[in-house]
């Protein structure tokens, strides 16, 4: 593990310790609700195959997510965004390095990403990054999504 993912790693379980909440580490004991890991199968196909309307449906209807672009809210402009974004990247893989749950519903992800990036067909070139992500979950649904990602990694990985 690089020394940035181990440290984003580091930072998001005292987070969650400071916060008051007790975490499972679900990659190492398998202790993901079934309900949480259909999730996560349905988000990372959704992002593998580029389809912005079904990640946005994973969202409540007031729900938001924050990235390194900005903020965008589910209802308006998340899908727009998601549609700008793979058309310059397409992820070939999302391997899970990391799974945190806590007791209030909060979802911590870390992966290992991989794909081809590039503004046109033509100009795309293959990137490997770390991904992590926290989702505040609403019944089932994404309230707020926490996105982060080394940009230079994934958008320009030979600048």
Do not use: N
């Amino acid at each position: 593990m690089t020394s940035r993912r181990f440290m984003m790693l580091v930072v998001s379980l005292a987070l969650l310790l400071v916060a008051g909440c007790s975490a499972t580490d679900a990659t190492e004991d398998g202790a993901l609700p079934d309900d949480m890991a259909t999730f996560l199968d349905i988000y990372e196909a959704a992002a593998i195959e580029g389809d912005a309307q079904a990640l946005v449906a994973l969202f409540t209807e007031d729900g938001v997510q924050v990235d390194p672009h900005g903020s965008w809210p589910a209802a308006s402009t998340l899908e727009a965004h998601m549609i700008d974004g793979f058309d310059y990247v397409d992820f070939e893989s999302m391997e899970r390095e990391s799974v945190l749950v806590d007791t209030e519903g909060v979802l911590s992800v870390e992966w290992l990403v991989t794909g081809i990036t590039g503004p046109s067909a033509a100009e795309k070139e293959p990137f490997s990054t770390a991904m992590t992500a926290t989702f505040d979950m609403e019944d089932g649904l994404i309230a707020k999504s926490d996105i982060d990602f080394d940009r230079s990694e994934m958008y320009y990985p030979t600048e």
